[in-house]
């Protein structure tokens, strides 16, 4: 039986030159169903807490990556806030390519084409390992929190809304 070889993407490609450990985790993908809550759906649940990238624009610092987790919801005033902005709101879905080098559905907050101002969620430190975007549709990374905070360069603060809030 032949081993079905993976193209590396950027993001595996700057965790390998930081030699940094990951596990890769592919999935079958609709363009129906590319949202993390169904990427959370397909994953195993001894996997790893599934993480989504959202890109925002404020209007002080420009682009600014938030990394969640699936379930939750971007607070976009506490992003603002802790991003140094009066004012933040979603990049453009038709810019998400230009701007990162990925799509949605594949977008990893490793590996852009520039090193935007990253934030994680707070909740990032609760867990052992996390799934992120590997940069293209189907495939995850399974990584420590503090190896993909470190490669990210990211800070870790309260950027999500809370259910009881």
């Known amino acids: 039986m032949k081993n079905k070889k993976i193209t590396k993407t950027n993001a595996m490609r700057m965790l390998d030159k930081q030699?940094?450990?990951y596990t890769i985790h592919e999935y079958a993908w609709s363009e129906d169903h590319l949202d993390a809550l169904s990427v959370l759906e397909k994953m195993s649940q001894d996997a790893g807490a599934v993480y989504k990238t959202i890109v925002a624009v404020g209007d002080k610092t420009?682009?600014?990556?938030g990394v969640i987790p699936a379930q939750n919801e971007l607070d976009l005033k506490a992003f603002a806030k802790v991003s140094g902005n009066k004012r933040?709101?979603?990049l453009p879905l038709k810019d998400l390519e230009a701007t990162t080098g990925y799509i949605r559905g594949g977008c990893s907050p490793v590996g852009m084409k520039k090193a935007f101002p990253t934030y994680f969620s707070h909740h990032i430190l609760d867990e052992k390992s996390v799934l992120v975007s590997g940069g293209k549709r189907?495939?995850?990374?399974?990584?420590?929190?503090?190896?993909?905070?470190?490669v990210a360069h990211a800070k870790v603060e309260k950027i999500t809304q809370e259910k009881d809030e």
Do not use: C, F, N, Y
């Open 138 to 150: 189907g495939t995850q990374i399974e990584i420590s929190p503090a190896d993909l905070i470190a």
């Open 88 to 90: 933040i709101e979603m």
């Open 19 to 21: 030699k940094r450990a």
């Open 62 to 65: 420009g682009v600014v990556v």
